[in-house]
């Protein structure tokens, strides 16, 4: 990514297949011909797969192009667009679904680990207004989708200037730290090779100009063009997540023990309402605070709002505040014996070990028949006991039918829907919708961190 003071491009990494069908709508052209304007143009449907560390190109059962890298501009900017078909959106997630994707920019092919890799090269302001009608409905609060451009624009440009930093420094990065009663794993976008982001909740939605058809986002991103979030000097890495529960998490709880000042402990309420909540860290507090139903500004059941924030896909979840799961001790030992790899027998309790500042585990013990280990961080908590995902990590657990100490079953009762760090989407809507503005948002979660411009 560029550092001067133009708008920076960037690479987002779309999909990797064993074979990928596309299509190109207008005429693109190589690279090496984009500045000739001259030369073969391509169009039309095609399909790419791999032959030893090549991407081979065909349309219509014969070969039209192979190399290591395949780089296609659009020849008209304005009149090309490119598809992608089975797209998968929300991978690993209850809402997992597939879909034909249609992006702008540049259309990348490679090989990476054996696999036809699909990047789309696309200036930062076009890949947020995309970003934000993908993460929530385009016809949001303005003050909120002018939020959302703020943070996301910051996520990225934050995460760019780490990829860089890490490579440069050639630093020792390592999420998984496992022995043979502890297995600590945090999942964040340094193992991406090959490209900046990827398009998924791993990093931020990205669905291309699939969603990115609205005025008021375009709006939103434009008004803000080039804004970031800054603390001491430094672009924020300004994380965000669907619903904090009541309280904001700390960074260093769900990631790499790094603390960031501006991403700290914060209720979900208005400055000044009295109102504080206890040392969540503590169990009784928080298993107090998960059973009951607080306010909050994202503790809300309005429809009509949740229908201008949340997609569709994400509207199939209504009890994201405060939520239950129940298992039987089959279910869940075989659950965890196939999410884990690891065969602790029957289960016999699941204990917290360390709470974080919103409630949220930061690592939980479970304990087997034939086997007891510890499990970190919150994501790989979640992994473990449910699917897909549990709404969080910030739960409490209620052993049913227990005869000669083993369980019958499990109830999980929990707060919260996401890591719970940084700003809370629909808590932010909230705010929103009742007359804050997109700097006071930001304030609200974001505390000691500046909005300053970063390119015109």
């Known amino acids: 990514m560029k550092k001067e003071r133009d708008e920076p491009w960037i690479d987002v990494g779309i999909l990797g297949a064993d074979r990928v069908r596309f299509r190109l709508d207008g005429a693109f052209v190589l690279e090496a011909q984009r500045v000739q304007k001259k030369g073969i143009t391509y169009n039309g449907e095609f399909e790419a797969s791999v032959s030893g560390r090549e991407v081979v190109i065909g349309k219509d059962g014969a070969m039209v192009l192979e190399s290591d890298e395949v780089l296609l501009f659009p020849a008209n900017d304005q009149a090309a667009r490119f598809a992608i078909r089975d797209v998968v959106i929300g991978a690993g997630f209850h809402w997992e679904q597939r879909e034909e994707q249609l992006f702008q920019g540049a259309l990348k092919l490679t090989v ?95 669905q291309g100009i699939t969603r990115a058809n609205h005025s008021e986002v375009v709006s939103a991103v434009r008004d803000t063009t080039g804004e970031v979030l800054q603390y001491d000097g430094r672009i924020c890495d300004a994380r965000f997540s669907k619903c904090c529960g009541g309280v904001t998490e700390l960074f260093e709880n769900c990631w790499e023990p790094v603390p960031h000042p501006y991403l700290q402990r914060v209720e979900d309420l208005p400055s000044g309402s009295g109102r504080v909540f206890p040392d969540l860290k503590q169990e009784a507090h928080a298993s107090r605070f998960i059973r009951e139903s607080p306010d909050a500004f994202c503790n809300t059941m309005d429809e009509q709002l949740l229908r201008r924030v949340l997609n569709d896909y994400d509207l199939i979840s209504r009890d994201f505040f405060r939520w239950k799961v129940r298992y039987s001790q089959e279910e869940l030992s075989a659950l965890i014996r196939e999410k884990s790899g690891i065969d602790f027998g029957l289960i016999l309790d699941l204990v917290p070990v360390e709470r974080g500042e919103s409630s949220r585990l930061v690592k939980l013990k479970i304990i087997g028949s034939s086997r007891t280990v510890a499990v970190g961080k919150e994501l790989e908590i979640r992994r473990w006991l449910s699917r897909s995902h549990l709404y969080s990590s910030a739960f409490i657990v209620e052993r049913t039918a227990v005869r000669e100490g083993i369980p019958g079953g499990f109830i999980l009762y929990g707060a919260g829907w996401g890591h719970g760090v940084g700003l809370c989407q629909i808590g932010a809507a909230i705010m929103a919708s009742r007359g804050y503005t997109s700097r006071e948002i930001l304030v609200h979660y974001f505390r000691g961190a500046t909005i300053e411009k970063s390119y015109e």
Do not use: T
């Open 112 to 206: 990476i680990e054996g696999r036809v890799q699909v990047i789309n090269r696309i200036s930062v302001e076009s890949y947020l207004e995309s970003v934000i009608s993908s993460e929530m409905r385009a016809d949001s609060h303005p003050e909120l989708l002018r939020a959302h451009s703020i943070i996301s624009r910051s996520w990225l440009m934050a995460q760019v200037e780490k990829q860089f930093r890490i490579e440069r420094e050639k630093l020792a990065y390592e999420m998984i730290h496992g022995s043979a009663d502890e297995y600590i794993c945090w999942y964040d976008r340094e193992d991406h090779r090959g490209f900046h982001v990827c398009a998924d909740d791993h990093c931020q939605r990205y």
